[in-house]
Nanobody, 122 residues
Framework: VQLQACGGGLAQAGGSLRLSCVASRRTFITYDMGWFRQAPGKEREFVAAIVWSGARTYYADSVKGRSTISRDNAKNTVYLQMNSLKPEDTAVYYC????????????????WGQGTLVTVSS
C-alpha cells in the first residue's frame, strides 16, 4: 500500500490546516488509519486514529478538541483537520495503516506515508 500525504505548510498560531492522505489500494476501506507526527529531535508520536468504518476515533490529549480525523472510503482518503494550531504542533505528519495492536503505538502500523511538514509560527 502506498500512502500519499499532503496539506502541510506554514500556518500562524491559531490558524487551521487540513491534511489529507490518499491510499493506493481500494482495500483502504478495510484499514484502520492513523496520523503520527515527529518534531525535530523528538520521537514519533501518536496524533489520531480512525477505524475502517469511521465509527470510532482516537486522539492524543495534545490535540483533543482541536483536531478531527475523518475518512472518505470512496476516495481512499483519510483527513486530519487541525484547528487552533500552536507552535508545538510543528512537525512532520505521517499517515499510516494499522495492522494490529494499540492505536497509539507506532509499531502497530505497517505502512507509512512520506510525511508532510507542518510549521506553525507564533
Amino acid at each position: 500500500v502506498q500512502l500519499q500525504a499532503c496539506g502541510g505548510g506554514l500556518a500562524q498560531a491559531g490558524g487551521s490546516l487540513r491534511l489529507s492522505c490518499v491510499a493506493s489500494r481500494r482495500t483502504f476501506i478495510t484499514y484502520d488509519m492513523g496520523w503520527f507526527r515527529q518534531a525535530p529531535g523528538k520521537e514519533r508520536e501518536f496524533v489520531a486514529a480512525i477505524v475502517w468504518s469511521g465509527a470510532r476515533t482516537y486522539y492524543a490529549d495534545s490535540v483533543k478538541g482541536r483536531s478531527t480525523i475523518s475518512r472518505d472510503n470512496a476516495k481512499n482518503t483519510v483527513y486530519l483537520q487541525m484547528n487552533s494550531l500552536k507552535p508545538e504542533d510543528t512537525a512532520v505528519y505521517y499517515c499510516a495503516v494499522r495492522s494490529g495492536g494499540s492505536y497509539q503505538n507506532p509499531d502497530a502500523y505497517v505502512y507509512w506515508g512520506q510525511g508532510t511538514l507542518v510549521t506553525v509560527s507564533s
